[in-house]
């Protein structure tokens, strides 16, 4: 999932449950990717079922709120920002 800042104004990027905080300069693009914690690709959901994110929005900051095992934030070319993957499905296959 992608967030971009198009306003004027720096904006603080919040992603729960890790309260990782990551300040978006104006313009920019974030991308967010979560790995479902389930072998067969179903998400547990916040208000409902199959949500990877939910996404809450005030003036100056967003929050995502992952529903998988693992966050990883990247910029639009692919350059990593921040993450919390030690327990990433995809990092870690299951034997
Ligand atoms: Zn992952």
Same mark, same amino acid.
């Given at each position: 999932?992608?967030?971009?800042?198009?306003?004027?104004?720096?904006?603080?990027?919040?992603?729960?449950?890790?309260?990782?905080?990551?300040?978006?300069?104006?313009?920019? =693009?974030?991308?967010?990717?979560?790995?479902?914690?389930?072998?067969?690709? =179903?998400?547990?959901?916040?208000?409902?079922? #199959?949500?990877?994110?939910?996404? /809450?929005?005030?003036?100056?900051?967003?929050?995502?709120?992952?529903?998988?095992?693992?966050?990883?934030?990247? #910029?639009? /070319?692919?350059?990593?920002?921040?993450?919390? #993957?030690? #327990?990433?499905?995809?990092?870690?296959?299951?034997?």
């Amino acid at each position: 999932m992608s967030i971009g800042n198009s306003g004027e104004e720096p904006l603080e990027l919040a992603v729960e449950p890790w309260a990782q905080l990551h300040r978006m300069p104006p313009k920019q =693009t974030c991308v967010v990717v979560t790995h479902s914690p389930a072998g067969d690709g =179903t998400w547990s959901g916040t208000v409902s079922r #199959d949500e990877p994110f939910q996404v /809450d929005h005030r003036p100056d900051a967003v929050t995502v709120w992952v529903n998988g095992n693992c966050f990883h934030l990247s #910029d639009t /070319d692919g350059n990593a920002i921040d993450a919390a #993957d030690w #327990d990433c499905p995809a990092r870690n296959p299951a034997p």
